[in-house]
């Protein structure tokens, strides 16, 4: 969304409201001039949180995230041109730009509803899913720490699998990234396995029986993280967040999805150059009718090898 209003306004100045897990992903994009964190003010008293919005002197408000305490606090801030959506019965007391935006049932991906909310400025918002990613602008990319780096061979394929997603998505399941793992040439590739402090305790039996691979788990900062992601060649996860940046980052990026909705890969596929969504059945008739369903852990782990083969 910043990259397409600095296409077409590139003077104005852009900052990115959001919580402080946020801040290193903002960080990447030149099209981002300045990060507020609301965790930050969120801690202060009221009166002081609407002069802490004020300083900034916006002209426009734009909740892509929507909060109802944030709807308020910009209204109370006075901030002239304030957009929300029509979906939000709060967003008719505290915002004067209404967009009517339906997320439920739409086909669009969530890069392409959330450019809709740019309509008000009699802009283009059409984008194609083959170009979103020409907007990201990620070029602030942070330096990879040497004992870091040191653990990325050249002269083979350097692949992350981040096996874990915190319950933001389904998941493909250790056994399934176990065979992966046992089809990997290791003359070809270096594996490792990421994941939060948290997660490598809950893998610890699976990482200690894959003695080939390394462990990279609870070890890196997020910026650290992202900046390992750019310094090797791919990554395989489900819908999560590494698998999007390394996506963003024109990694080989392979993502493992459900077709349920509101979780299937129409609405959440990693975009970029050379990002791949699989999943198992696309006509799951369990995921059409919205049931449990564990589809996602027969995806083969062959066809991941093969698009990782993939000149």
Known sequence: MAGLIKKNWPDCRIYFLGRTYTRDIVGLSEFVDEFINYDEIENLELKEQVTSLKKYNADVFLHVFPRKKIADLAKDAKIPTRVGTTNRIYHWFSCNKLIKLSRKNSTLHEAQLNLKLLSFLNISTAVELKDVSKFYGFTKLPHLEE????????????????????????????????????????????????????????????????????NLTGKLSLQQFIAFINNCDGLVAASTGPLHIAAALNKKAIGLFSPKRPIHPGRWMPLGKNAHTLVFDPNCVKCAKKEDCDCITRIDPKQILALLEQK
């Not at 915190?166 to 089809?183: H, T, V």
């Not at 994941?195 to 990482?207: E, L, N, P, R, Y």
């Open 147 to 214: 004992k870091y780096d040191a653990l990325i061979t050249k002269d083979k394929f350097n692949l992350i699998l981040h096996p874990k997603s915190k319950g933001s998505a389904k998941e493909w399941g250790l056994a399934n990234f176990g065979k992966l793992i046992s089809l990997l040439p290791m003359d070809k590739f270096n594996v490792f396995i990421s994941g939060t402090d948290q997660d490598g305790k809950a893998m610890q039996d699976f990482i200690t029986s894959n003695k080939s691979v390394i």
